[in-house]
């Protein structure tokens, strides 16, 4: 689980741009790239170190004009950790 | 292939210069190199990059020979930054100075990474045949300290593959991010030095039980270090997916402007590769018929054409096929169902009847800037112009 008040960053090693050949959202890192689907990159762009797990779910809401997508943050984010593509960063 | 449809390359290697301070004997630059010399400038390169990522690219390796004996190395990853590329610079280590490095990771450079050829100085220095160890080591503590993200590469043989528990330790002592474990592949030098540098099935097996051992380890105690072991397809007797399959996913500009599907192609005859110099990336990469040459599947022989790991495999290597079988259209040499298998056999075979004599082998014995010794000859200009003269045999395939 990553706490509620966490400020989740892109890690050091990845980077998170947009490629038009591509027409879709990426994470590089040493010698390859990771294709993100639509949820994965609204979710990890908005993870900049600065905004909380609860601010980035109500912007997503709010973005989305939809709500409960607490769960969906949460289980995505805690994915990312697993595979070293964010750092939780501590509680604000 | 029709633009429209067909993929662009995703990584461009980027092969600087073929000038290497290192002398190492399994160097995958060609034996020939040196007949090569002309480099692209600076513009050049900075027009073939913006090629390549106007097509799709994403990912470029600065490489060589050594990449930072160029004094515009700094300006081209700036330049490549700024059109969107993933930089990687794949480096020996000589001439990375701390300024250096902080000048690179000011310019974009994403990540480093750094090769050794041992974890003790006495074989790093004798198969490099450079006194650079202890330089190498130094120098990856300067990676870290500019907040690179850092692979280390080591190439494995015989004679450092017993060292392969001390290479684990040394990698995660330096913070590397990765470990490669880069079983030597035999094109070029190693196919040269083959004889001298192919370990048994035993020691590999060995060496292969210590790393799954280490990943265990590090897994239990979560370290992030990951370690690859690239298959030693001999052994292993399963085609690697060569480059993922020729004219994929990689392209390769060398030194002089060449464009080739992979490190080792140009050596393969019959084949016209386009130069960058004259051709876009565009036409060389769509267009070439070197290119398409082995591209897909249509070219196959029945064996592969009708293979299962057809569309895994891509039928393996196509330098291997012609270094070992004569022909760069054959199956890969180190499948079961090649009919010229048993010429890796042979050379597996040697390699066991060769470990049972060593006992009595002198010890190996650096000296600096040497052109032979342990019975291998090292990388370097007069070697390769020797070894590529007319009248040489380095060619042949008969292992």
């Known amino acids: 689980m990553i706490d509620s008040r966490a400020r989740p960053a892109v890690a050091p090693m990845y980077r998170l741009q947009f490629e038009p050949a591509q027409d879709a959202w990426v994470l590089l890192y040493p010698e390859g790239m990771v294709r993100l689907n639509t949820p994965a990159a609204e979710i990890l762009r908005r993870c900049?170190?600065?905004?909380?797990?609860?601010?980035?779910?109500?912007?997503?809401?709010?973005?989305?004009?939809?709500?409960g997508l607490a769960g969906d943050v949460h289980a995505f984010l805690c994915q990312a950790r697993e595979r070293g593509w964010v750092h939780p960063g501590a509680p604000s | 292939m029709n633009p429209a449809t067909g993929k662009p390359p995703f990584w461009?290697?980027?092969?600087?210069?073929?000038?290497?301070?290192?002398?190492?004997?399994?160097?995958?630059?060609?034996?020939?190199?040196?007949?090569?010399?002309?480099?692209?400038?600076?513009?050049?390169?900075?027009?073939?990059?913006g090629e390549a990522r106007a097509l799709g690219a994403v990912q470029l390796g600065f490489s060589g020979g050594e990449p930072l004996l160029r004094d515009d190395l700094e300006a081209l990853v700036a330049h490549a930054?700024?059109?969107?590329?993933?930089?990687?610079?794949?480096?020996?280590?000589?001439?990375?100075?701390?300024?250096?490095?902080?000048?690179?990771?000011?310019?974009?450079?994403?990540?480093?990474?750094?090769?050794?050829?041992?974890?003790?100085?006495?074989?790093?220095?004798?198969?490099?045949?450079?006194?650079?160890?202890?330089?190498?080591?130094?120098?990856?503590?300067?990676?870290?300290?500019?907040?690179?993200?850092?692979?280390?590469?080591?190439?494995?043989?015989?004679?450092n593959l017993p060292h392969v528990g001390r290479i684990v330790d040394m990698a995660e002592r330096m913070g590397a991010d990765f470990l490669e474990l880069a079983n030597t592949q035999y094109y070029g030098w190693a196919w040269h030095n083959r004889a001298a540098l192919m370990p048994t099935v035993d020691e590999l097996r060995d060496a292969e039980a210590i790393v799954v051992a280490h990943r265990e380890r590090l897994a239990?105690?979560?370290?992030?270090?990951?370690?690859?072991?690239?298959?030693?397809?001999?052994?292993?007797?399963?085609?690697?997916?060569?480059?993922?399959?020729?004219?994929?996913?990689?392209?390769?500009?060398?030194?002089?402007?060449?464009?080739?599907?992979c490190h080792s192609a140009r050596m393969l005859p019959g084949l016209q590769f386009p130069n960058l110099r004259e051709t876009s990336v565009r036409d060389a990469w769509f267009d070439s018929a070197a290119f398409n040459a082995y591209r897909g599947d249509a070219w196959m022989n029945g064996t592969c054409g009708t293979c299962d790991e057809r569309h895994a495999d891509h039928g393996g290597c196509r330098c291997q096929a012609f270094?070992?079988?004569?022909?760069?259209?054959?199956?890969?040499?180190?499948?079961?169902?090649?009919?010229?298998?048993?010429?890796?056999?042979?050379?597996?075979?040697?390699?066991?009847?060769?470990?049972?004599?060593?006992?009595?082998?002198?010890?190996?014995?650096?000296?600096?800037?040497?052109?032979?010794?342990?019975?291998?000859?090292?990388?370097g200009d007069a070697a390769s112009l020797a070894l590529s003269a007319p009248s040489s045999e380095l060619q042949a395939a008969t292992p």
């Open chain 1, 48 to 67: 900049d170190g600065q905004r909380s797990v609860e601010a980035i779910v109500d912007d997503l809401e709010l973005a989305f004009a939809c709500d």
């Open chain 2, 220 to 261: 239990s105690v979560g370290q992030a270090m990951k370690i690859l072991w690239v298959s030693p397809d001999y052994a292993d007797a399963k085609p690697k997916p060569c480059m993922s399959g020729w004219g994929a996913v990689f392209l390769v500009v060398a030194p002089d402007g060449l464009a080739l599907p």
């Open chain 2, 81 to 159: 930054r700024s059109l969107g590329f993933y930089t990687n610079l794949i480096t020996s280590g000589v001439g990375l100075t701390a300024a250096r490095a902080r000048a690179l990771r000011d310019a974009g450079l994403d990540h480093v990474q750094l090769s050794f050829q041992d974890s003790t100085r006495e074989l790093n220095d004798f198969i490099s045949s450079t006194r650079t160890f202890d330089m190498k080591s130094r120098v990856a503590a300067i990676i870290k300290d500019a907040g690179f993200p850092m692979v280390l590469n080591c190439v494995m043989h015989r004679f």
């Open chain 2, 12 to 49: 461009l290697l980027a092969e600087l210069t073929y000038r290497c301070p290192l002398h190492c004997v399994f160097c995958s630059n060609p034996v020939d190199y040196a007949r090569h010399d002309a480099e692209l400038d600076t513009a050049a390169w900075k027009r073939i990059l």
């Open chain 2, 323 to 379: 270094l070992l079988a004569g022909d760069a259209a054959a199956t890969d040499p180190v499948c079961r169902k090649s009919e010229h298998r048993g010429r890796v056999d042979a050379l597996l075979d040697a390699a066991a009847a060769a470990a049972l004599e060593r006992g009595r082998e002198a010890p190996l014995r650096f000296v600096p800037g040497a052109a032979t010794g342990g019975g291998l000859v090292f990388r």
